[in-house]
Structure formats: structure tokens, C-alpha cells
């Protein structure tokens, strides 16, 4: 496929992210069911890897793994009623069993809450058991009507981590939104990309939440992407399904939850945050192959070439560096390069015949395709040293960008003209009031983000619709 140019990017980003998965070999969404797609093995790492990351994350914060069933009966569905209305139109139903009509219809999985309610009120009787901390990664389903975007909008959306969290009380419900929030600050920032916090207004809020709090990151064609979410769920699905504990004092009270996702769009943000002309830049911690080696061939010189390409990787390895030594004969070094370059490796080692003589190799980095010279017995140190300056470049030209793209406007023309033209993410004074609201995304043709929870400023001005006196900064956008 022709390479699709970087300043061309804003009309073509569809077809450089496709180009990308498929030629990558990250994923191949051209499997028969639409909405569904498969991992190829390159891909595959990658995602091990930031399963990997999440995990930690989580486990080093006092969360346990689980895995629920997939199928969820129709009747514990129905118990919370907002949840419920919110997904009936997305739901998968199993209605037969081989040849037997069932009598209670299945769900897919749109999402957990109603699957792990039954058995939350099995497992808790006291104020000792909690609070209690799990997640688990998983596939959800969903019947998607509008048209599905790799890793995006899916009918099967993959490797989706969901944490379920109960409490005794409101103020250990807020504490944990407020762990959880660091959590994913945490994980963003180790794939190097940038995000806008923003509580969803209440008719964009999860379903059955008392509040959500979103991800957002701007993508190269000004659209929003919604990396991940954060909601307190107060007592809501608790009353539903009557999840009480015993207090200290022998009464009995509900529990307060809290939940939070995140998918495969995380993949998708960093993919559109690094990458270039050349194909994927994959940060190191995310890179299933930190270094690759490279041989320049000379005849004269073959075999102490190929010598040092193997004591240069070997060195590598012993370091816990994730490395490929690439010595197929049938590609030129250009070949390997390309090859290599659109996969996103971050660090490429080059070494010919001038090297070997002055026992030097050629280090490359993937992001911004410099060169420089290494003494052979130095390279461990120089490639820790440059993925570590790498990692901290990337992350920085991320959060330059994204705040390139927010855009803060006292007019309401000026933020309808800005988003037609997918200028990024526009903030406006706002009342507060949900008319205003609705009015707000009708007359820009946009998505009402919500309230940053990532400003400390306080607003002065009048809300762009009403022209009343402004509550607060509204955040508006183009979104997928």
C-alpha cells in the first residue's frame, strides 16, 4: 500500500491506521462477521504487553483478578432499569440451546455490573469483608449500528479491563474514583501519550452511575477518541440487587461500587500518537522488540560482521532487552529497514564493515530516525540510556500536541467554526443547565465532552448559549 504522508494524515487517518494494523501485522479486521477482528502474532505481543502493564498497575493497588461468565440471564439484566434501557438496543441474545428454545433468554456481555451483582451479594455479609477489589479482562459484545472502526467502535471489543469495586461507605467509593483516576494517568503515560480528563455530562454518564469521568485524546484527524472511564456507581445497582453488609453496629446498610474500563482504543491512541510516514513508533515498555540488529553485508568481511551482530544482541539479551538479530539473506539492509520501521522498534542497531573495524555499531532511533555511534562494549548503557530518552521525547511531543489542539473560545460561532473543521477539543463557558447543553451540541454538530476535572482555574464569562452567567467550562468535540 502507498505510504500515506503525515501532513495528509487529517483525510486519511482511517487508511493509514488500517494500512498500519493490517501491514504491521497487529490485526486483521477483514474476518467475515463485521465488527470482529483477529490478532495476528506481532499484534498479539504487543497487547500481552499492555495487559501486562494494566495488571501491575492493578495488582500493586490491592486489586484481584476474576473471570466471570460470559452469559448473563435476562432477568439479572433487568434489575437495574437506566442500565438496562441504555443497552437493550447493543445486546447479543442467546435465545436456543442446540434445538431447545430457552425459557429465560442470555445477554452477551455488554458489560459486567449485572454479572457480578448476584454474587457480590453471596460474598458479602460484614463490614470485614470489604472493601473488596477486582477486575477482570475480558470480551465484551455489543451490537454496534453505526459503522465499526477497528479497535474503535466493535462488535467484539477485545482485551476489555473492567474493574468492580464495593465499599462501606460514600467517601471510600470517592477515594477509590480518585485511585483509579492515577491508575490510568499511570498507564497512559508509560505508552507516552497525552489525554483530557472531563466528567460526562449527566445524559452522556454510564448508565446507572452517579457520575463518569473520561479519557479523551485528540487524534490526528481532530476527532475524540474516549480511551477510558472512571464511574461511581453510588448505590445504585447495590439497591437493585439488594447488596447489604453488616455494620460494626449490627444494622444493616448498602454498599457503595465503583467500576472502570478500558479497551483496545488505548492501542489506538498510541498508535495515532507516534506514528509516522514510516509505520508504527511503539514506545519501549509497550515494544514486543525493543532492538533489532541489523547486518550491513560486505563479502570480504561477512563472517566477523555476522560475530558482532550476534555478540551485540547476545549482550542485549543478557540485559532483559528484547531483541531481534534479523540475518535473512534474502532482504537488503533497506528491506530489513522498512520491515522493521513500520513495525515501530524502537531502537535499530546497524553494523558493516566500518563499524567492525573500529569496533563501533550504528544506533538508531525509531521516532526520530537519528543515528549515532557507540563503542561496541558500551552499547547496553547507550540503549537503555536512549529508550529512556525516547520514552520521555514521545511523551512530550504528545502533550505538546494535544494542547496545540484545545482550543478556548468566548463565542459560539468561533466553536462551531473551529469544529468543522476538526480543530481538536473547544472549551466554552457554560451555565450548567441541560438545555443549554443539548442546544450547545446541536448548533456545533459536536459531542459535549463534559467539565474538566484537570483545571484549577476558576471561569469568569457567560455561558455561549444563554448568555447567563457561566458555572463552568464545558468541553465540545468531534468524536468517534
Not at 555499531?361 to 547507550?382: F, H, N, P, S
Request: contains cysteine; proline residues 5%; hydrophobic residues 40%.
Amino acid at each position: 500500500m502507498p505510504a500515506i504522508k503525515r501532513e495528509q494524515w487529517r483525510r486519511h487517518f482511517g487508511k493509514w491506521f488500517r494500512h498500519i494494523l493490517i501491514d504491521a501485522g497487529i490485526m486483521d479486521y477483514r474476518y467475515p462477521i463485521k465488527g470482529m477482528a483477529v490478532w495476528m502474532p506481532y499484534g498479539f505481543k504487543v497487547r500481552q504487553n499492555l495487559l501486562r502493564v494494566i495488571r501491575d498497575l492493578l495488582d500493586k493497588t490491592g486489586h484481584q483478578e476474576v473471570r466471570f461468565p460470559l452469559l448473563i440471564p435476562e432477568t439479572s439484566l433487568a434489575k437495574e432499569a437506566e442500565h438496562m434501557k441504555s443497552f437493550e438496543g447493543q445486546v447479543f441474545w442467546v435465545t436456543r440451546g442446540g434445538l431447545t428454545p430457552l425459557e429465560i433468554k442470555y445477554a452477551l456481555r455488554p458489560t459486567s455490573e449485572a454479572a457480578i451483582a448476584p454474587m457480590l451479594k453471596l460474598w458479602i455479609r460484614s463490614h470485614a469483608d470489604l472493601p473488596i477489589k477486582l477486575y477482570q479482562i475480558v470480551n465484551v459484545f455489543r451490537y454496534e449500528t453505526r459503522a465499526t472502526r477497528p479497535l474503535i467502535r466493535m462488535r467484539e471489543v477485545d482485551n476489555f479491563k473492567e474493574a468492580h469495586t464495593s465499599h462501606a461507605t460514600l467517601e471510600e467509593a470517592e477515594a477509590q474514583v480518585k485511585e483509579a483516576v492515577e491508575i490510568y494517568k499511570k498507564f497512559f503515560d508509560t505508552m507516552a501519550t497525552s489525554y483530557k480528563m472531563s466528567k460526562r455530562p449527566e445524559w452522556d454518564k454510564f448508565p446507572g452511575a452517579v457520575y463518569s469521568i473520561a479519557f479523551d485524546q485528540i487524534m490526528p484527524d481532530g476527532r475524540i477518541l474516549q480511551s477510558g472511564t472512571v464511574h461511581n456507581l453510588g448505590q445504585n445497582f447495590a439497591k437493585a440487587f439488594d447488596i447489604t453488609y453488616e455494620t460494626e453496629k449490627g444494622d444493616r446498610k448498602h454498599i457503595w461500587q465503583t467500576c472502570y474500563g478500558l479497551s483496545g482504543r488505548p492501542l489506538v491512541g498510541m498508535l495515532a500518537a507516534h506514528g509516522d510516514d514510516n509505520g508504527a513508533v511503539l514506545p519501549p515498555e509497550i515494544a514486543p522488540i525493543q532492538v533489532v540488529v541489523i547486518p550491513i553485508p560486505s563479502k570480504e568481511m561477512e563472517k566477523q560482521i555476522t560475530k558482532a551482530c550476534q555478540d551485540t544482541a547476545s549482550k542485549l539479551s543478557k540485559s532483559n532487552i528484547s531483541v531481534e538479530l534479523d540475518l535473512r539473506p534474502d532482504l537488503t539492509p533497506g528491506a530489513k529497514y522498512y520491515y522493521w520501521e513500520l513495525r515501530g522498534v524502537p531502537i535499530r542497531i546497524e553494523i558493516g564493515p566500518r563499524d567492525v573495524k573500529q569496533e563501533e555499531v550504528t544506533v538508531v532511533r525509531r521516532d526520530t530516525l537519528e543515528k549515532q555511534m557507540c563503542k561496541a562494549d558500551k552499547i547496553v548503557g547507550v540503549v537503555k540510556k536512549t529508550m529512556e530518552i525516547m520514552t520521555n521525547d514521545m511523551r512530550e511531543k504528545a502533550w505538546k500536541w494535544m494542547n496545540e489542539h484545545v482550543y478556548r473560545v468566548d463565542k459560539l460561532e468561533q466553536a462551531n467554526r473551529l469544529l468543522k473543521k476538526r480543530a481538536g477539543i473547544v472549551e466554552v463557558a457554560w451555565c450548567g443547565s441541560e438545555d443549554c447543553g443539548h442546544k450547545l451540541e446541536e448548533e456545533v454538530n459536536a459531542r459535549v465532552l463534559g467539565t474538566p476535572v484537570d483545571l484549577k482555574e476558576k471561569l469568569v464569562g457567560n455561558c455561549v448559549v444563554c448568555g447567563k452567567k457561566a458555572k463552568d467550562i464545558v468541553r465540545v468535540a468531534v468524536a468517534y
